[in-house]
């Protein structure tokens, strides 16, 4: 293995692939993005050079605004819960040995499903003619317009669709912390029980420390896959109504591939981009990391 690593050409033949593949579907494209962004462009005649013009035109919407709005707090809706589920669930599940796998499976299933077809899923749970509506009608309780509410800074809709998020995503936070919580030695945990230490001050001085580096890692990618969503709400209400449960994917989307205005959309591709390395370097510069011996 020493031998390897000190050839060089060795060394530049293994990562000739990876670095290839990450250029063309990477980095060529993003570079396109890029200057398309500075371009007035609609895919059928040639690129013409606006300079900030489609920047200066972001400015100005109305809808980038609200999709900023709702992509901010998807952004912390998902960090905080996603934390507090994901541990609870973890730990939770680590403590316990009859059931585990199968709860884990239970847990994990809604990741592996199809968003497409979770999103019509609960757009007919949510319908106001179906589902639980159609449930408390039986009570005598009428239902609320869950997809189509619009009172509050925050509208219903975007609460709806933030606990589906919650529901369909929590798996792959609870399966990256118990994977970090299993790799902790059971002998810190018998020194600290003979101390007279109780599970929850465990929890707190051992445990949290030591999975660290995962809750980076978790917030990072819980971050990045909100503030890039956009599967669910499509599918759930198409960024309605009323253009009120717009994110910046959806935007993107509406005005890329049905307006064909790429020189703007890949203006919000550009503002999307640069949000998810800002957050993701704020989260790592943040959630420090230390170095233990497990």
Not at 74 to 81: E, G, Y
Not at 164 to 178: E, K, N, P, R
Not at 216 to 227: E, K, P, R, V, Y
Not at 247 to 254: D, E, F, G, R
């Amino acid at each position: 293995m020493d031998k390897i690593l000190r050839d060089k050409k060795a060394i530049v033949l293994f990562m000739a692939p990876g670095i290839l593949l990450f250029t063309l579907v990477l980095f060529i494209p993003i570079c396109q993005s890029v200057y398309y962004s500075f371009c007035d462009y609609d895919a059928l005649t040639k690129p013409v050079f606006t300079g900030l013009a489609n920047y200066k035109k972001l400015m100005k919407d109305s809808t980038m605004k609200v999709a900023l709005k709702n992509a901010v707090f998807f952004l912390v809706f998902s960090c905080v819960t996603q934390l507090i589920m994901g541990l609870l669930l973890a730990s939770l599940l680590t403590n316990i040995k009859k059931g585990r796998n199968l709860f884990k499976n239970i847990y994990y299933l809604p990741c592996v499903l199809s968003a497409t077809a979770l999103g019509l899923l609960w757009m007919f749970i949510f319908n106001p003619k179906l589902g639980i509506n159609q449930i408390l009608a039986k009570f005598g309780i009428q239902g609320p317009l869950w997809l189509m509410d619009l009172k509050g800074f925050i509208i219903l809709p975007m609460w709806i669709i933030g606990f589906v998020a919650l529901w369909q995503y929590v798996g792959q936070s609870m399966m990256l912390y118990m994977a970090q919580i299993s790799g902790i030695s059971p002998s810190l945990y018998e020194a600290a029980y003979l101390d007279g230490c109780s599970k929850p001050k465990a929890f707190r001085y051992i445990t949290l420390p030591l999975i660290r580096p995962m809750v980076a890692t978790a917030m990072s990618l819980n971050a990045i896959g909100s503030l890039k969503f956009f599967d669910l709400i499509f599918n759930m209400t198409e960024g309605g109504p009323n253009h009120q449960t717009e994110v910046l994917a959806t935007h993107l989307y509406t005005q890329g591939f049905k307006f064909f205005k790429y020189g703007y959309a890949s203006a919000i591709g550009v503002v999307l981009l640069v949000l998810c390395l800002s957050v993701t370097l704020f989260i790592n510069k943040v959630v420090k990391k230390e170095d233990y011996e497990m």
